[in-house]
């Protein structure tokens, strides 16, 4: 089987193609630039009226670059759909002066830039390039989806989505969307439609980053020897941590990664372990919560992944640098692997 994983992270898009006939460390991988990176380096280097179509991406830096390009007198055009990369409500992207397309209204002199997580023909013909065979039977996807609820902000839903996931305690590996997945995750839903648009008829996979990483941690040579420990990805913009005992998760917390320090985090991981923590303490301290069923025995490690992933250093823990496959760079593509292998 020959599968096509990419994780969009903040500062990198994580690509693995893996091959069962192959040894995982055997796998071809990328690591690439965001999308959003690159997107908002194409916006500093037009110097004219941008019109915008495409999907709902991960924003990152693209909203404060149009803002920039705003203020130096050029206008900004965005069709509905891909205006909701800004703000999920449309009320609120005209409220920072971005028009949304008008279907009879002439926008030929703009220069246009097409929104998207992924780019399915671009990464083919790289591949391509090198005589690499573009041919899967599956592809997984992950980005971070906050879902999206007009009553309820972006943390406080996010959250609620994660907890009523664990409502009991479940392998990492349940946080994939093989088949139906919610409106509400508008992100996911727009990379299934950039893949039914490119041609392809095969329904990839979707999931969250963070849990594509947790799941993949858990495949890491040293974790695959642990019954009782923590895995935690340190990321860019955000934190999440889980316990596992008996190869599933028992407990979740989340909180913004530039909130935490080594001492906080060390705090909050035993907390976790022990079940003492509560969802208030991390919310309160601007996270967005934490979820217990069950204390696990003991921490025999804290696994840790992600590009913040120093911060663990500053801690009194017993930590290890998760490197599924041989590489600290493949933990969500190796967790989304091994989510469609099920």
Wanted: aromatic share 8%; net charge negative; glycine share 8%.
């Amino acid at each position: 089987m020959r599968i096509l994983a990419i994780d969009v992270g903040t500062g990198t898009q994580d690509i693995m193609i893996y091959d069962s006939e192959k040894e995982l460390e055997n796998a071809i991988k990328l690591v690439l630039p965001s999308p959003h990176l690159y997107i908002s380096q194409q916006i500093r280097q037009t110097e004219n009226d941008l019109y915008f179509d495409g999907e709902i991406m991960g924003g990152g830096k693209i909203k404060n670059t149009i803002l920039e390009h705003m203020e130096k007198g050029y206008k900004v055009v965005m069709e509905p759909t891909c205006a909701k990369t800004i703000r999920d409500n449309i009320e609120q992207v005209k409220s920072y002066g971005i028009e949304i397309a008008e279907e009879n209204k002439d926008y030929t002199n703009y220069s246009k830039i097409t929104l998207g997580d992924i780019n399915i023909t671009k990464l083919s013909s790289f591949l391509l390039g090198y005589d690499l065979e573009f041919d899967f039977d599956k592809i997984a996807i992950a980005v971070q989806d906050h879902g999206y609820n007009e009553n309820m902000g972006d943390r406080d839903f996010r959250f609620e989505k994660i907890r009523e996931k664990i409502n009991e305690p479940i392998s990492p590996l349940k946080f994939g969307f093989k088949d139906e997945l919610p409106d509400y995750f508008t992100r996911m839903n727009a990379v299934r439609r950039q893949v039914k648009n490119e041609g392809i008829d095969e329904i990839p996979l979707v999931m969250d980053t963070k849990f594509a990483s947790i799941a993949g941690m858990c495949f890491d040579e040293v974790a695959k020897k642990l019954n009782s420990f923590i895995v935690i990805d340190i990321g860019n913009g955000h934190t999440t941590a889980a316990s596992i005992e008996n190869s599933k998760i028992q407990g979740v917390f989340e909180h913004h990664t530039s909130s935490l320090t080594g001492e906080s985090l060390e705090r909050y991981i035993k907390r976790l372990a022990s079940g003492e923590i509560t969802h208030e303490e991390v919310y309160n301290d601007h996270g967005h919560g934490a979820h217990v069923l069950n204390p696990i025995s003991e921490i025999e490690k804290v696994i840790v992944s992600g590009p913040k992933r120093e911060l663990i250093e500053k801690t009194n823990l017993d930590w290890h640098h998760a490197a599924p496959g041989g590489d600290v760079m493949m933990t969500g593509t190796v967790g989304l692997v091994k989510t469609i292998l099920g």
